[in-house]
């Protein structure tokens, strides 16, 4: 994902799947009036987006609304990142359109049917059947949840 | 062997992606300001809605038929395309973009391959990986991939959204069926003159005297007329579509400085405004493409391109150039060796003034603005027109009642998944 310019006259957009996000991987400690051994590692950088992001151009991220996905670790207001070029199988979650929604569950695939499955014991499965409007969206790669208080 | 790769109603399919309850509905999406209809969904056009149909004129079609309408998010279109061209660019050796929606893969060394299958392997591959649907068509000239194209998107259910002209008897049957007006670059000048010869199909003219097309229609109709006929013999660059100029070169050598890349994107765009001017359009979006030399294997590869729409139609040399630098400022990365680079302008309207009176839609302000600003192009020169343009952000407001989210490119935007 990438900002977005908005110039005087012209606004810019574009996918970013280019530009590396660099975290340094070596943090030592300073020490005053010493060269820190360090320096010679820190061409050595951790790129987020290559490592959560291995098919840039199928690579779709979106963000959750709900608490069914719990007990997966998912929670509310949680980025995820889907790939749609996965193929769907069992066991994976995935992001599904269902009736006019969009919904994040874990699949259960069986012979004749497909199962949505919360990880969540307050919900129920979902089985759907050919009266759903019912699209396998896309498969969840990653999910990313902010841990910090700022408050 | 030459594809010619499109995207299905390529605006409808992006708008579809991220409201999958909107399949088979007839969507349309609106140019700039919401003037006027630019992209149509199958539904869409079923129901009689023309192409650069009036919104204002439209309102009560568009409510009586549940039309949903959208305003043109060139955010997500050309990042959308950004992922179907990077996606295509891994299937061939080279790949040429033609515009937002189009490219041409060149299949070169693939004799022994089955191209039909290999294309349905593309087509799955692509239409499953960024939700957009394409269609290609095999040829072996451009100009025959192109008619392939027109096959396989016309006939889904016999080609599966793949065609490949790869016989004699096959180009001569699609020949047959296609009307000579819906030809690559025969425009209604030549067609009208053409019919008055009894030269109705693209078979009829491809079979036509050489010399009398030649005199007609220079050689860029001679050229036309051998690749239907199965010689290659166009360059990309050669002909252009209806509604897009493209300016795209190969460098020489290969060239990492930023400044020199951006003396040639600015010198691109303004080739594309002498072009516009020249044909008395303007154009409404720009796209910038840089890429790396992709048969240097053992160099870095790096392709990117960028779609910007335009907050009025241009065709000052000034103002393009600038979009240009400003659209190349964000696709360029330091350290690699660039090999070509590209200006395209698309969504051309009939210059300035002609769009204010015939949709009566937009800002008053747009057209008195520009021709004062083409007054001062004319008389001033360059500086005092670039003051002219900063002055103008602030005046002008895009009109976009019916945007939708930037799901691709704001995270604030992007879908919400109930969990």
Redesign the interface.
């Known amino acids: 994902?990438?900002?977005?310019?908005q110039?005087?006259?012209?606004?810019?957009?574009?996918?970013d799947?280019?530009?590396a996000l660099l975290l340094p991987l070596v943090g030592s400690p300073v020490n005053a009036g010493f060269p820190s051994p360090a320096t010679d590692f820190l061409e050595n950088k951790i790129d987020l987006n290559a490592e959560l992001i291995k098919?840039?151009?199928?690579t779709?991220?979106?963000?959750?609304?709900?608490?069914?996905?719990i007990g997966a670790g998912?929670s509310?207001k949680?980025?995820?990142i889907i790939d749609?070029?996965l193929p769907a199988k069992d066991g994976n979650i995935a992001?599904c359109?269902l009736d006019?929604?969009?919904?994040?569950?874990k699949l259960k695939i069986e012979k004749d049917v497909i199962w949505l499955m919360p990880q969540n014991p307050l919900f129920k499965p979902i089985k759907v059947t050919k009266e759903n409007?019912f699209?396998i969206?896309g498969i969840l790669t990653y999910s990313i949840q902010k841990h910090v208080r700022t408050y | 062997m030459y594809a010619l790769i499109d995207c299905n109603n390529f605006y409808a399919s992006c708008e579809r992606l991220f409201r999958p309850e909107l399949n088979g509905k007839p969507i349309v999406v609106l140019s700039n300001n919401d003037g006027c209809v630019i992209a149509r969904s199958d539904e869409a056009k079923a129901i009689g809605i023309p192409m650069g149909a009036p919104a204002f004129e439209f309102e009560q079609t568009f409510l009586q038929n549940k039309v949903h309408v959208f305003s043109s998010n060139y955010a997500l279109y050309g990042d959308m395309s950004n992922r179907v061209m990077s996606m295509l660019g891994e299937f061939a050796p080279e790949i040429e973009i033609y515009s937002i929606d189009e490219a041409f893969l060149h299949f070169k060394g693939f004799e022994k391959y089955d191209l039909s299958t290999y294309g349905s392997e593309i087509r799955e591959k692509v239409t499953k990986g960024t939700g957009i649907p394409i269609s290609i068509g095999f040829a072996p000239t451009k100009a025959l991939a192109k008619v392939a194209n027109k096959v396989a998107k016309k006939y889904p259910g016999l080609s599966g959204n793949v065609y490949c002209i790869d016989s004699e008897e096959k180009r001569i049957k699609a020949l047959k069926w296609l009307k000579v007006g819906d030809v690559w670059g025969i425009g209604a000048q030549h067609e009208k003159r053409l019919k008055n010869l009894a030269i109705h199909t693209a078979y009829d003219f491809s079979e036509m005297n050489s010399s009398w097309v030649k005199n007609t229609m220079s050689i860029v109709g001679l050229r036309l007329q051998k690749e239907l006929q199965g010689i290659p013999c166009l360059s990309m660059e050669e002909i252009q579509p209806k509604q897009n100029i493209a300016v795209t070169r190969s460098f020489e050598k290969n060239i990492k400085d930023f400044g020199l890349i951006r003396e040639r994107v600015s010198t691109f765009a303004v080739t594309c405004a002498e072009k516009l001017r020249n044909q008395n359009s303007c154009c409404n979006t720009m796209m910038v493409f840089v890429l790396t030399n992709p048969f240097r294997r053992d160099l870095p590869q790096y392709r990117n391109n960028l779609t910007m729409q335009l907050p009025f139609p241009s065709n000052s040399s000034i103002e393009l150039a600038e979009f240009a630098e400003m659209g190349l400022r964000k696709i360029y990365r330091e350290g690699y060796e660039y090999k070509k680079a590209g200006v395209m302008v698309m969504n051309l309207t009939p210059e300035q003034n002609k769009q204010v009176c015939l949709f009566g839609n937009t800002n008053p302000i747009h057209q008195p603005a520009m021709q004062v600003i083409d007054g001062l192009n004319a008389r001033l020169g360059m500086k005092k027109v670039k003051l002219a343009s900063q002055n103008q952000g602030r005046t002008f407001k895009m009109r976009q009642e019916k945007l939708s989210p930037y799901y691709t490119t704001r995270l604030s935007d992007v879908i919400r998944v109930k969990a």
């Open positions: 994902m990438n900002n977005i310019i110039g005087r006259e012209v606004c810019i957009y574009a996918l799947e280019s530009e098919n840039p151009s199928t779709f991220v979106a963000i959750t609304n709900g608490e069914s996905m998912i509310d949680d980025i995820l749609k070029s992001v359109f006019g929604e969009f919904t994040l569950k409007d699209q969206w």
